[in-house]
């Protein structure tokens, strides 16, 4: 069938033709005209998890964080330091870590060995880790430069940075709701970086489209996703910013 033929059959199928033809990749440029809209189960103005998705078979945004930290896995090695927990250092590390460090805000917080704002983290060594995780992080340091500043004083020469940051997100809604200050993009990323940091040293990368953003919104699980749509890129919605940094 030949490309204009194909036009004029698109053209004149009603919608709900066009519709399910969508649904089936088959019609993939469908657009509904105005009033057209079939909302589904989107029409709710609640979200299918307030929890992010981690109720649902874990949230959208992971599926980039993970994907990236699996990208990166050889770099997670040697003396490691995360935020929070060692969970991406043990599962991306694994038998290449010797040693496993973990940074926390609050005292007291199980497995930590080091307690700390990092955006006033002196107390923490120089030149000391070879790799430093740091995951949906900067949205709750108000001085995040500070932060990645301190990040890039305890990096070993040719240390690693894995930073990953929130573009379009809920917010989280439990203790931490009054700390997250912040979202960014890959624009705002590449200009804190490159004010930082040397040009040459960081690579900025994000990811997302309608599709992952309407999903990580409203709660989606990432196992009830098509993951083949969460791999198109839309510059339009950047979901999750990733950057690798070489000291």
């Not at 066009?18 to 440029?29: G, H, I, Q, T």
């Not at 969970?87 to 991306?92: G, M, Q």
Request: hydrophobic share 40%; proline share 4%.
């Amino acid at each position: 069938m030949n490309n204009s033929l194909k036009a004029t059959l698109k053209r004149h199928l009603p919608t709900f033709m066009k519709r399910l033809a969508n649904r089936f990749n088959l019609y993939p440029e469908f657009v509904p005209a105005q009033g057209k809209i079939n909302w589904g189960d989107f029409k709710s103005g609640k979200p299918f998890s307030n929890d992010f998705g981690y109720d649902r078979g874990g949230p959208v945004d992971r599926y980039y964080i993970e994907n990236f930290l699996e990208t990166e896995s050889a770099a997670i090695k040697g003396n490691v330091l995360e935020i929070a927990d060692n969970a991406y250092t043990l599962k991306y590390g694994g038998v290449k870590v010797t040693k496993s460090d973990v940074l926390h805000v609050n005292e007291g917080a199980p497995g930590a060995t080091y307690i700390a704002d990092l955006s006033k983290a002196d107390n923490l060594p120089s030149d000391h880790f070879d790799c430093i995780i740091l995951t949906q992080t900067l949205q709750f340091i108000f001085d995040y430069t500070s932060a990645l500043k301190h990040c890039y004083r305890m990096l070993k020469k040719d240390g690693i940075l894995l930073v990953t940051v929130p573009g379009i997100s809920p917010i989280e809604g439990g203790e931490w709701r009054k700390n997250w200050l912040w979202s960014f993009n890959e624009a705002s990323m590449n200009r804190v970086f490159s004010e930082l940091f040397p040009v040459d040293s960081f690579t900025v990368q994000a990811y997302g489209n309608i599709y992952a953003a309407i999903s990580f919104l409203h709660g989606v699980g990432i196992v009830e996703t098509d993951k083949s749509k969460l791999e198109v890129r839309d510059t339009s919605y950047d979901v999750v910013i990733t950057i690798r940094l070489k000291k």
